[in-house]
Structures are given as structure tokens and as C-alpha cells.
């Protein structure tokens, strides 16, 4: 740690480092293009940013900047989180979160033209779009950086990426751990990306979810193929004992087209205190919320739940985004 | 006022008579957390803010702080006046204050665990909510500062500070005066707050309303035990010629089962030139705006007409309890 | 050039040379109130504020001014374009571009109460409105500047300005050109609005356009009033090869009752890179956005294809406004 770069006074081979990792006028589109060396500069600068908002709150760092927030589907957490990322480096942002659908879309404009006007006016743009794809259509129209704040059924790369750098945060390491991915697996676009990423370190993974929520195969192939030890149950019973990390997703009725089905299982995959006094005492739970019954809020004053400090997580990861695509960053 | 503290370059006494008052870190929820000393304080500070701001447009104080200004229903008003004062001392705003309805909540998410996210994002949080209780949810959940900006039936206390305010600045002082709430006294939740507060000073209370909106048995109560004279009439006519305040709502149409009873008395509580000919030369006229018809529009150019400083106090108010909640403001 | 005022450090001289030119405190209302003279001062500012915007993104200029930018009608375009000018002069934003139909304004209120509210929160309000007229109505209620950001069937200033401006900056010059104007000549404001403020300049004018969306009669005597060359014809092919400007806007569908006509006529508006091979070489191509098909994207890597340069002269000629008629700007 002692040689990282210090992000808030760059001097020139500081930002030597910071190019030679790429990010400077890049997009952020998908979990693929990080290697774990760029995820570890991303997540030392994410520290960084904690250390800089708990000592002063904000910086000017990117101060005279412009983000162009653009949603064309709510996504409250999301947008708010990109938001306070870009004001606590002393930039701005043209909030475009409601009624996109009303305006220029509505007049016939493509997502192309909607992107070439507001790169006239921002230096970056935050893109989250109902359609997978959107992302890339919108990287290639634009000049300036574009970050995937989800696109459907594609990518959500800032949300993986910012539950790695909490197991990181949370555990010290990340390397030597069990994961629990718990809940709806098949249709989870964040356990999706984090398995991907995890496949990249040394992890043990389990899967635990109901027979038609069951991990795609072309994920479980992923995996085996990376040569992780990988379990599949439909308990979390069976995992609780091991696990470092439980990553929690809701199962939703509106899934099973047997009720009695749902009802038969729906309770294998909550969370409740009675469950955590069999876990770890150093495991993490984990949610990418919003959370509906999945954890008891009884949980949530137990140490060990780490879903709201992923939320602050969350917005560091911005930042050290931000800062890295316009390239100081 | 020559020793009160100067928020714009406070040392250590001066923060720590802010502490004193007991702000920072405060939940703003009612005006029953108020005393008649911190409410001067509160106005002392807001006379600082309306000086700096004439002078010099803004401040830094607040750089590198985050407001969410969280709004589950829309109050143009309201949201704007806490955004201008948020950024008039250099902080930074998340506005949330569009189709709240439409994400996370849709999904399911609770206010608490609403706010418990968005406090992971920001230093203080202003909620406008439907339901009565929602604010002490909210303050419940959050370990940051809470202001109440309106929870439906319940309270909305910056809205009777800045009421209060008003007549402390334009007559030089609260004790002495003959006070007239005028219109919808039943649900004006404007009236009492106001009412709540101004039993805390020697003034002399009238209430015109027709019948069916008079005040609520347990404000006249309050109002009562706190010994004040009080007067209840059915018309301005009868208090015009010896109020130094008019506190002006509007007269619904809804209200009332019988529209004859309606079109009989409406024009006894509407402000007209020809009306303020017959008040007190130092007389003023507030109102809690929107207005529709309560208050003619020739009344806007006589210097007595008090609403739309009204409108700028509040701002005011709203930046001294910004700075004080997050303590140094 | 060497004398023009340099907005970013105005000394006594520069500051009355800025007021001499009677911006400051002015609203800007229609594009009858530009000389050439103050058209020149204008284009100037924000020729500096390219520069400075090229140099370092921002400056502090309106730190501590709050502009309104009250829209009630989504304009995604010309509302981010307010925002980012009104941020990278380091002034902040109330934003008010959504649902104002259901806050204040469904509880009654008049445009001119809003806007006397808003007056006490902010510096400068930007109103975008679908009435004609509504803007003169706000400017008459405020004490503080009003930027009409278009009012229905009545003017958008910024956006003629803006487009002048481009012409400016690509062709060097205004004197000596021939523009065409195409397609929808009836209804297209912006057309209507160029058209006036070019009768001050050396211009030869070109309309092109169905027979039932000619220019109006009125706007064509104010043309021909100020002694222009005036061709009006059907097809682009026939000002293609003479053209130093093709100002294109779209034909819809929708204003023909003979959909045989639409049919029949909608290729002689269109334009293509065959049809550019046929133009000047320094020609420019401009549209006010959004576009559907009345340019062919494969236009847009022609280096004539001006339209989206002309958003960001958007956001400079907003930049030199605000500055302008916030007196330092």
C-alpha cells in the first residue's frame, strides 16, 4: 500500500500509474474488461476516497466537471449514489433521472443523438436503460467516457464491482474465502457479475437457491472452468457453518407457477438471527437491496450485516470511477 | 446581538454556544423541541444568512456536504427552498423529489431502509412524506440529521419557524402583538404549528373561520392554559382594525356539505385593498402560499403584504437550521 | 477582437462596457431586442467561454448565484443545456423540470405567485412554458432576470441566438452568405426566429419547403422589408450547389391531410451524403434537434455536418447569457 498512487495530489508519475491502468477517457461497461491488478488500483483509490469523505466530506478534484446522469428507468439507490459520487469531488451533475420517456425520446430522438447531445455538455455520462445493450450504443456514440449504471438483462458493472471491494473491505482479503451466493440465481444480474469477478481469485462458491432459480450453466461453467470448488443446495442450512460471505437475493413469488411450491421453500433462503448464531463470527451478510423479507430486520443490528455498509461502499466505488475515467483523475 | 455568534468564522466559543443549543446532529420533527432561546438562536443565525447572502450571494460553509432532499410527494415550494439554501452555503444536493413512487419503493423497500441507504450517501436528509409519523420513522432509522419538511397530517416545523420569523422581522418583536388567523383553522396545519409556538410569547390571539373550519378544541386549549387572551369571530371585519398580523388560508369550496353556506360567507375571509384600508398602518399580511383568490392581487403592491418575504425567510430559516443541524453550522 | 471585454476578470472598464450594452438585470425575453451590435458582444462572451471551458471545464464566475430553471414541459435538451452553463460558471441549480403540473400549480396557483416565489430563492430564472406569451408574464412578475426558454408558439431566443452564433463560428462571418431554410417553414419556431435576426445581416435567403409549410406571409414581408434576396422553392436539389448554410428541420407526417402528397414530396427534404456530394465544400448542415430522418446518419461524419457543434454553442451562448444578465456577468 505504501507506493499507491495518492489520488488527491497527482504529480506526474502519480499520474503515469493512473493512465498506465487505462481508465482515463475509458467507459466502464462490463465486469470483463477489469483484470484483478485494475480492480486492486480502483479499490485503492475507493479507499482512498473513504479516508478523504471521513476526514473532510468532499474534494474539488473534479471541480469545473459535468456528469450527465442519464436514467431512462428510476433506480433511486443507483442514481443517488452516482450523484453524491460526483458532488463530493467537487463536480456537478445534470440530473436526467425522471421523465426521460417524455422528452426528446418521446419526439423519436435514437439513444445515439440523446448521447451525442449531452456529451456537448458533460465530460461523462451515467447511462442505466431498460435494454441490454444500450450501454455499448451509447459508448460508441459518445466521445467522452460513458459508465453502465445497468442496462436490463446486460451489465451493472459499478454494483459488482462495489461488492467485491466490500468482501474485500469487510474481510481483508479475498482470496482463501467461502461464498454463499443465496437466493434467486438464475435471474440476479449482480450475482451473475460477481461470480464472474470472483472467478478471478483463489474462492471457494456456493449456490444456494431453489430447483428453477438454479445458477444458468453457462455461469457454472464459467466457474468450473476457472477450477473453483463449487457446491449447489437448496438450504442455507447447509452453508451457514462455512461461509465468510452470505450474498443474499430475494426469491420472488411471482418466480414459481406452484405456490405451494414457493411456500414449501421460501424460507430456506431467509435470513433471520436464529440462522446467524450458527454462522461465523467474522461472515458477512450481504444484499444489493432494495430488501423485502429476505433478512430480518432483526439482523440488521448484528455486526456481521454488511448490506448498508455496501451502500457507502457503493459510492466510493464512483468515485474512484469518476476520478479514474477523467483521468486524474 | 452583539455577542451572538457569527457562523460564517466560528471559533471554538462560538461552536461551542452552537453546541449549547443542541443542534448538531439534531432531528428537526416539531416545533415542540423548541424553546423561545433556541428559537432566537435559530433567527439570529437566519438574520446572519440573510446578510450574507445580500452581500455576497453564498458561502462555502457548507462545501463538501451532502443533502438528500427526499420528497415522496411533490412540493415545488418546499423542495426548492431547502435546494437554494443547501447550495447557498456551497453544500451539494441529491434531489429526490420525482417519482419516489416509481422505484425503490415500488419494489417493496420500507422508509426505513430507505433512509438507512441514503444516509450511507449524505450528511443530512429533508423528507416530505403523506403519513404522519413518517419523520420520527425516518430519524428512528437514520443515524444523520432528520428534518421534517411535511409529514401529511402531522407537522411541517420549518414552515411555523419561518412563520414565526416573519413577524419577528417585520414588527421588531413577538411580544405585544394582537395576532388574526384567518380561513381554515380546522386542517390548516400551518395555523397550529404557529398557534403551538406563539403560546410561548405575550400575544393576543384572534381565529376567523366560518363554523365548520374554527380551530380544534385541544389548540384552543393549549392556547388557553398558556393564558392567553383569545378571541373567535366569524369575520376579518370584526379583527381588521386592531391586528398587527393577518394570518391568511384558504376557505376550501370542499369543505363544505352545503355550497349555499359556502358563497354566504367566503368573502368574510378574503383580503381586499378595500379591507386593508381599514388595518393598522404597521400592520402585516402573511399567508402560507399557494394562494388562489384569499388574497386579491392588488394587495401585493401594498408594502403591508408580507407573503412573498415570507418566501425568503424561508430560505433562511431552512440555511440556519442546515448549518446548526450539521454543526458549525 | 483585441478590445472585447474579458468576462473572467472584469475591471471597471470591461464592467461598463458589459452594462453599456444593458444586459445586466435584463431578461431575455425574444430576439427582437438584439441589435447586431449587442448580438456581437454576446457571441463574443461566448467565444471566452469556449476557451474557458476548453482550458479547464469551469469557472467560478456566479459562485453563489442560484438560477430556477423552471420547465413546465420537459425540454431534456435545452434544459441540461441551462444546467451544465449555469454549473460551469460555478453557480448552482434548482431544478424544477418535472411534475410541476402536479405541485403548486395543480393547487391553483398563478404563474406569476410561482414565479414571485421562486424570485426569493434564486438570481435568475429560466422558464420554459407551453404558452405563448408566458414569459413576458413571468418577466413582468419578477424582479430578477427571466431567460425565455420557449413559450409555446411564441419565441425560444437562446435558441436563435445560439443558432446565429454557429453560423458565425463555422463560416467565419454572417455578411455574404446564402442560407437555406428547410422543410417545416410554417411552424418551425426556430426557423422563424433566424429568419428574423438574420434581416440585420448581408444575407441571401433560400426556403425550401412543401407548399402547405411555406414561411408564413408576415415573416416573409419582414424578409423582403429589409431588401434580401428571397428565393422560396420546393426542392433542396435546387439551392444544393449554392448553399453556404442548409438549416434543416423535419417535415412530419402529420401536417399533411393527403398522405399521397406526404409521400410524393418527403425525399426533397431530405438530406443525404449523395445530396452532399453535390454541395460547397465549406458548407455546413445545422438542425435544432432532435432529428429523425430528415438527415441520414451517415451525414453526421461529413465534416459540413454542423448540428451537434450547434449544442455546444448552446451551452456557451446560455454560458454568456447568464454572465450577462447577472451584471459581471
Given at each position: 500500500m505504501i507506493n499507491r498512487p495518492r489520488i488527491f495530489s497527482l504529480d506526474d508519475t502519480q499520474q503515469s500509474v493512473l493512465n498506465e491502468h487505462g481508465f482515463?477517457?475509458?467507459?466502464?461497461?462490463?465486469?470483463?474488461?477489469?483484470?484483478p491488478a485494475s480492480l486492486d488500483y480502483i479499490f485503492d483509490v475507493a479507499e482512498e476516497m473513504r479516508a478523504m469523505v471521513g476526514r473532510?466530506?468532499?474534494?474539488?478534484?473534479?471541480?469545473g466537471r459535468v456528469l450527465s446522469?442519464?436514467?431512462?428507468e428510476p433506480s433511486t439507490r443507483t442514481s443517488a449514489s452516482f450523484i453524491a459520487a460526483m458532488e463530493r469531488l467537487g463536480g456537478s451533475v445534470i440530473p436526467i433521472t425522471q421523465g426521460v420517456q417524455f422528452s426528446s425520446v418521446s419526439k423519436g430522438e435514437t439513444l445515439h443523438d440523446t448521447i451525442r447531445t449531452l456529451e456537448q455538455y458533460s465530460d461523462v455520462i451515467v447511462l442505466r436503460h431498460p435494454e441490454k445493450g444500450a450501454a455499448a450504443i451509447a459508448a460508441a456514440a459518445a466521445d467522452i467516457p460513458v459508465i453502465n449504471a445497468g442496462d436490463g438483462a446486460g451489465e451493472h458493472p459499478t454494483q459488482a464491482l462495489l461488492d467485491l471491494f466490500t468482501i474485500r473491505e469487510e474481510?481483508?482479503?479475498?482470496?482463501g474465502l467461502h461464498i454463499a451466493m443465496v437466493g434467486d440465481?438464475?435471474?440476479g444480474r449482480t450475482v451473475h457479475s460477481l461470480t464472474q469477478l470472483l472467478t478471478g481469485y483463489d474462492v471457494q462458491l456456493s449456490f444456494v437457491s431453489p430447483e428453477i432459480l438454479r445458477l444458468p450453466l453457462d455461469y457454472m461453467n464459467q466457474v468450473r472452468d476457472a477450477g473453483k470448488t463449487v457446491r449447489e443446495t437448496y438450504s442455507v442450512a447447509d452453508v451457514i457453518a462455512s461461509a465468510d460471505v452470505l450474498y443474499v437475493t430475494r426469491v420472488q413469488k411471482?418466480?414459481?407457477?406452484?405456490l405451494a411450491q414457493y411456500e414449501e421453500v421460501k424460507d430456506f433462503y431467509r435470513i433471520t438471527p436464529e440462522l446467524m448464531d450458527?454462522?461465523?463470527?467474522n461472515a458477512i451478510v450481504m444484499h444489493?437491496?432494495?430488501?423485502?423479507?429476505?433478512?430480518?430486520?432483526?439482523?440488521?443490528?448484528?455486526?456481521?450485516?454488511?448490506y448498508f455498509r455496501q451502500v457507502k461502499n457503493g459510492m466510493y466505488i464512483r468515485m474512484a470511477l469518476l476520478a479514474a475515467v477523467l483521468g486524474k483523475a
Open positions: 482515463h477517457g475509458q467507459d466502464i461497461l462490463s465486469v470483463n474488461q477489469f483484470t473532510k466530506g468532499g474534494a474539488d478534484l473534479l471541480q446522469c442519464l436514467f431512462y474481510l481483508g482479503r479475498l482470496d440465481l438464475r435471474y411471482e418466480r414459481f407457477t406452484d450458527r454462522a461465523k463470527p444489493p437491496l432494495p430488501r423485502v423479507n429476505e433478512i430480518d430486520v432483526r439482523v440488521d443490528t448484528d455486526p456481521r450485516a454488511a
